[in-house]
């Protein structure tokens, strides 16, 4: 028997096909298989217009057969099987793909659509992945309705042999003589059933034709009490029918948790569960789940986003990066599409049209799922928020509010906000109002009578924030103030620019300012009055501040430290804690300024007359005492220490 070359592909191309195209071995049992369903789709599809085919839907089934002794791993299929011409045209050129053709004939291409056949095979590339993990390649097939049956072998590159011999039933049968273990690659674990159960269930689990294999189990003996005995019984490895392709009202709340906990290693249910079936231009079901809380990996740079993809029920990747934007990297789920271009591999998308398509339609799904979750089932959502709020928050930062409209209001704030009494009775649960999470809708809907700002201030807690007395002053005349606790809020405020025409404010810029036109004449009069006694204030605590002045802004407290410019003194904090942080970062533009109304304002214009170097004692001290209000370090606290002890003596 002559060996026969391929017909049009070298030992180049053979090789570079299975050591370049394909990043795992495993996968070569997940083409195997979805050809074997192909050949059983073929024959199915051929059954609808051809009465000679009698075989049944419930007698088709895909095989596996492991023998460790041998090192062959066997993977057979009861459809529609190859004629000889067929396994030299299929097997013996490389990249020829009878499924490709089968679907692009326009009769059955035509049927395909009206009938909703799936054939998974493109590229007639996926066969040769078995050369990753065999050395030689045995393949029987018999035509249906065929009375002869061929073999088809190779060991590789080298070309392959093709002969007459006897098989009983129609079908093909595809016998992987494994290669030698290495130091590297151990092969003959593709002949485990715990190996063979895993890889069905992560890449074919939703075959629609049963994958079986005879498996072994333990059982208690009969009669027996602790003796136990092993038994083969014939087992299916695949469920068959995606939970995602089933009608929404025969699937429970409670299936879908579970089918998310066993997908997702989750121990907990997901917080939202979200359903998308689309057609038309686009036709896809994507099945999304939300979960309650954050991994523990969640905010570092090892966390991995990305949906699992399916086509037809066939898994293609694991972490499809571009389904999801990366607000949005908390959901997880997968997507279920025919209509994707696939490459050759079939391990990953090429970057289409109908891929950007399908993502922003879930970006969208995704954003309305979250403001209806807002609307009706606030205390879920604000346990969504508490996990994932950074993230919407991070959205608008990172994308220097380009992704405003989409996730403005879905961002939550602490607030000064305190609901009147009747309010707080009509809610039937006993709640902490103070500090309540509010969306800036909520804000703007409360918002005073010619009010044009919205108010907030940062700081690291709330209780440190609501003392500042800047917060106080703005408070005590009735103004609701957001309080901005994380790292990134102020950040946020900055891309966000305005919410419904209304600018945002920082209370501790420099820039606020509720007095009436009268209170900022006599202010005014006040300050070029004292512009020496402030100069030389400024001048004793040095390059810390950019000017002292005096504010009627306050109420109770001596002074307070602001900011002017982009850069806040919260926001100075923030830059100062990163990784990359030096002393020529950006700093503050500080601005200390004094309570015109309080005692110390008399008792600085007295010393600036009468003992200036007490002035620039009480000018440092009063800096320090800003500082420590605002939460920020000391440079040098002993020298501040001993300059207080030095009045007091």
């Known amino acids: 028997m002559d060996k026969k070359q391929f017909k049009t592909e070298s030992k180049k191309l053979l090789d570079m096909m299975v050591n370049s195209i394909y990043t795992h071995k495993e996968i070569f049992l997940r083409e195997l298989i979805s050809n074997a369903s192909d050949a059983i789709d073929k024959l199915h599809f051929r059954s609808l217009t051809d009465d000679s085919v009698t075989v049944k839907s419930d007698e088709y089934e895909i095989r596996l057969t492991p023998d460790k002794d041998a090192r062959t791993l066997t993977i057979t299929d009861n459809g529609c099987g190859m004629t000889k011409v067929e396994l030299e045209n299929n097997l013996g050129t490389i990249a020829k793909s009878g499924s490709f053709e089968f679907k692009n004939d326009p009769e059955n291409a035509k049927d395909e659509k009206e009938q909703e056949i799936d054939i998974i095979g493109q590229f007639g590339v996926g066969f040769y992945s078995a050369f990753m993990v065999a050395d030689k390649i045995t393949v029987t097939s018999k035509a249906y309705g065929a009375d002869e049956a061929y073999k088809w072998e190779s060991e590789g590159a080298d070309g392959y042999t093709l002969e007459a011999c006897e098989k009983e039933e129609p079908g093909t049968q595809i016998v992987l003589h494994l290669k030698e273990d290495t130091e590297d690659d151990k092969f003959s674990e593709y002949l485990e059933e715990y190996t063979l159960k895993n890889l069905i269930k992560k890449y074919s689990d939703y075959i629609r034709y049963p994958i079986r294999m005879i498996t072994e189990h333990e059982k208690l ?178 994308s220097y509010g380009g992704n405003k409209e989409l996730l403005e209001d879905l961002l939550l704030f602490k607030s000064s906000y305190e609901p009147a009494e009747d309010e707080k009775k009509e809610d039937s649960e006993e709640k902490e109002y103070k500090n309540k999470l509010v969306s800036l809708k909520e804000y703007v809907s409360r918002m005073k009578e010619g009010q044009d700002k919205i108010y907030f201030a940062s700081g690291e807690s709330v209780n440190k924030i609501k003392f500042l007395p800047q917060v106080e002053s703005v408070t005590s005349k009735g103004y609701e103030v957001l309080y901005l606790t994380e790292d990134i809020d102020e950040f946020t405020m900055q891309m966000l620019r305005n919410y419904d025409e209304k600018e945002f404010l920082n209370v501790c810029k420099d820039s606020l300012d509720l007095s009436t036109e009268e209170e900022k004449e006599q202010i005014k009069t006040e300050n070029e009055s004292k512009a020496d006694m402030f100069k030389f204030m400024k001048e004793s605590i040095g390059d810390k501040v950019a000017r002292v002045q005096f504010t009627n802004s306050l109420t109770n407290h001596a002074v307070c430290l602001s900011s002017e410019g982009d850069i806040s003194v919260e926001m100075e904090k923030v830059l100062s804690k990163m990784p990359d942080a030096d002393d020529k970062q950006i700093k503050a533009e500080t601005v200390l300024e004094v309570n015109v109304n309080h005692p110390i304002a008399k008792t600085l214009g007295e010393l600036f007359e009468k003992d200036k170097d007490k002035l620039a004692t009480y000018s440092r001290i009063l800096y320090a005492q800003a500082c420590l209000i605002n939460g920020m370090p000391l440079d040098n606290p002993s020298e501040v220490s001993e300059m207080v002890c030095g009045l007091m003596v």
């Open 221 to 398: 003996k009969e009669g027996s009490e602790d003796e136990y005995e092993k038994i083969s019984e014939d087992e299916t490895l695949n469920s068959m029918i995606p939970i995602w392709k089933k009608d929404t009202s025969d699937v429970t709340d409670e299936e879908y948790a579970g089918f998310y906990k066993d997908k997702f290693f989750d121990f907990e249910d997901p917080l939202k569960i979200i359903r998308q079936k689309a057609e038309g231009t686009s036709e896809y079901i994507a099945l999304l789940f939300i979960p309650a809380r954050a991994p523990f990996d969640y905010y570092s740079k090892d966390f991995e986003k990305g949906l699992q993809l399916y086509s037809s029920g066939v898994m293609i990747m694991d972490k499809c990066k571009d389904l999801l934007p990366d607000y949005f990297s908390f959901v997880r789920g997968l997507v279920d599409s025919s209509d994707l271009s696939l490459n050759i591999s079939r391990e990953m998308l090429q970057h289409d049209r109908q891929l950007k398509i399908i993502a922003k339609a879930l970006e969208k799904k995704i954003a309305g799922e979250l403001s209806k979750m807002l609307t009706d089932e606030r205390e879920k959502y604000e346990k969504f928020f508490e996990n994932f709020g950074t993230q919407l928050k991070w959205g608008i930062y990172s």
